[in-house]
């Protein structure tokens, strides 16, 4: 275009005049196009999440009250998922269960999760106490046996990037919690829900679970002040995970006082009936008394006491 512009134009400047007008007419709309194609982005239109909220299994996220994603860092066994699973019942804030059944480690030799096993015993727990579930999809191949049994998916840090899993989770109609990536920028986050959003499922819940940076006194740092900055250009949902950002139990207290004074619309703490016999995260898992703690400092109350169930109600398989 600036070769014919400078054969055709009759004006009374040489071409490095036009030149420099050129470029700076075409930097400008190229900026204004960028800022219309932004405006365009599904994830940053107000009207997309519904009124009361997005829906998990009966508990509504973004509604104005806070849900507390909670349990195992992986599901170990079925004894572990109902101790968990019945305590967190007893919490009084809504709840929804989490623990991974394929987990992604960063060494091969780790536990890998129960994957096949653990998806089942999780629904289970869930299903046996009134919960909806949440775990972590790790790739396309096991897409349809998660979005079978976990009412919503979960994308977890390391596969933000992976635009064929968010293109495949996208197409379901099952709600996805989209955790951002250790090295993420918060524009890269809305993208990648972008990515979910365009193949048209936009029941999408954005989870801050810390970036790396140079601090090693934490696992991760959490980035507070991404809460709010999300909230101010998207209308999804925004959870804060204490558990990953922090990589201790000691803090996560006024951390999570922090993320829900920031605006968020849950926490996400990983909770194990004995945290240092875990076979992933021990460090990082609150016990049942410690979780108790929290969700009372959190002003949320005390758990309510045990149900007394009928003989005929108790399960003996
Ligand atoms: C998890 O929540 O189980 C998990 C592995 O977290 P992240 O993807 O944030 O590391
Ligand atoms: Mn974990």
Redesign the pocket.
């Known amino acids: 275009m600036l070769h014919a512009l400078l054969a055709e134009a009759s004006v009374p400047f040489g071409p490095d005049e036009i030149k420099e007008v050129f470029q700076a007419i075409f930097r400008a709309s190229l900026d204004l196009q960028e800022r219309e194609n932004r405006r365009a982005l599904r994830v940053l239109q107000p009207g997309i999440v519904p009124p009361g909220g997005i829906d998990v299994g009966g508990v509504a996220i973004g509604n104005g009250a806070p849900v507390l994603f909670v349990g195992p ?2 599901v170990e066994s079925a004894e572990q998922m109902e101790t968990i699973a019945a305590f967190i019942a007893r919490l009084p804030v809504a709840k929804i269960l ?3 059944a394929f ?2 480690r960063t060494n091969p030799y780790s536990f890998q999760g129960l994957r096949e096993e653990g998806l089942r015993l999780l629904r289970d727990a869930g299903t046996r106490h009134g919960m909806p579930v949440v775990t ?1 999809v790790l790739d396309t191949a096991g897409l349809d046996a998660v979005a079978a049994s976990a009412d919503m998916l ?7 990037y992976n635009t064929e899993l968010l293109k495949a989770v996208g197409r379901l109609d099952k709600p996805v919690l989209l ?2 990536g ?1 090295m993420a920028t918060l524009d890269e986050l809305l993208l990648a829900a972008e990515y979910i959003a365009a193949e048209g499922n936009t029941r999408i819940v954005l ?1 801050e ?2 970036i790396r940076t140079f601090e090693t006194r934490t696992r991760n740092t959490l980035d507070i002040a991404a809460v709010p900055l999300l909230k101010l250009e998207t209308a999804l949902p925004v959870i804060v ?1 204490l ?3 922090l990589g201790r139990r000691d803090v996560i207290l006024p951390c999570a006082r922090a993320a829900l004074a920031a605006g968020a619309d849950g926490l ?1 703490i ?1 909770a194990h009936p004995d945290p240092d016999r875990a076979l ?2 021990g460090f990082q898992q609150v016990g049942l008394a410690e979780l108790a703690a929290l969700v009372a400092g959190l002003g949320w109350g005390e758990p309510r006491p045990e149900a007394i169930l009928e003989p005929s109600e108790v399960n003996h398989e």
């Open positions: 860092c992986s989490r623990a991974g987990k992604p972590e979960q994308i977890g840090a390391r596969n933000m955790k951002r250790f989870c679970r810390g995970d558990s990953h950002a996400m990983e992933s995260d």
